[in-house]
């Protein structure tokens, strides 16, 4: 079955840190360059962290620089999202993507919330 599985959300207060974890499953993940997005309450999805299908490059929203680290290990087929630092702007649902690769769609999670507030 063609999934991915985000895991790690949660409720943390301003100054904490979460983990999130994406499992890949059902394609070759290692071809796939991955994303993490978050969407926001009346908001629509946005970008927040990019990681090449080797890992040897990433992109990151401006917001995010400096706090977040985006990984992943093709050989268990996860990508992790380190976020450190969180401010009550990070709050949403994160959602793991993994991009188009030639002929084979992209593939969203079902998403994970994270609520950052005191």
């Known amino acids: 079955q063609v999934q991915l599985v985000e895991s790690g959300g949660g409720s943390v207060q301003p100054g904490g840190s979460l983990r999130l974890s994406c499992a890949g499953s059902g394609f070759m993940f290692s071809l796939r360059h991955m994303s993490w997005y978050r969407q926001a309450p009346g908001k629509s999805r946005e970008l927040v962290a990019h990681?090449?299908?080797?890992?040897?490059?990433?992109i990151y929203e401006d917001s995010g620089k400096g706090r977040f680290t985006i990984s992943r290990d093709n050989a268990k087929n996860t990508v992790d999202l380190q976020m450190n630092s969180l401010i009550p702007e990070d709050t949403g649902v994160y959602y793991c993507?993994?991009?188009?690769?030639?002929?084979?769609?992209?593939?969203w999670g079902q998403g994970t919330q994270v609520t950052v507030s005191s």
């Open positions: 993507k993994a991009e188009k690769y030639y002929g084979e769609s992209e593939l």
């Open positions: 990681i090449s299908s080797t890992g040897d490059g990433t």
